[in-house]
């Protein structure tokens, strides 16, 4: 019922910067949380930024100060601002949503990824 769609992704250079959008469609009642994750080649799944629904973050220590993460309630938005972008900063980024849709509770929804890659 809900889809999350990713864009902004793509090459750029070290030191660079990339926008990444996320757009929920579909049936929500209400929005808790909204997030980024990511997974680079060989590695586990990590949470890069979380937003919750009072707009307080969190960031994982490696891209704290690099990264921002923002949301459009209106447009049931969500948006990673990627600055200083490093090699190890490659993945594949991954939108995430938690959401009451229904009557009968709450569900995480997942994007289907957007490659982000950063060259030397």
């Known amino acids: 019922q809900v889809r999350l769609v990713e864009s902004g992704g793509g090459l750029v250079q070290a030191g660079g910067s990339l926008r990444l959008s996320c757009a929920a469609s579909?049936?929500?009642?209400?929005?808790?949380?909204m997030a980024w994750h990511r997974q680079a080649p060989g590695k586990q799944r990590e949470l890069v930024a979380l937003?919750?629904?009072?707009?307080?973050?969190n960031y994982a220590d490696s891209v704290r100060g690099r990264f921002t993460i923002s949301r459009d309630v209106a447009k049931k938005m969500v948006y990673l601002q990627m600055n200083s972008l490093k090699p190890e900063d490659t993945a594949v980024y991954y939108c995430?949503?938690?959401?009451?849709?229904?009557?009968?509770?709450?569900?995480?929804?997942w994007g289907q990824g957007t490659q982000v890659t950063v060259s030397p």
């Open positions: 579909g049936s929500i009642l209400t929005i808790y949380t």
């Open positions: 937003i919750r629904s009072g707009d307080s973050t």
């Open positions: 995430n949503v938690r959401a009451r849709v229904n009557y009968y509770g709450d569900y995480d929804y």
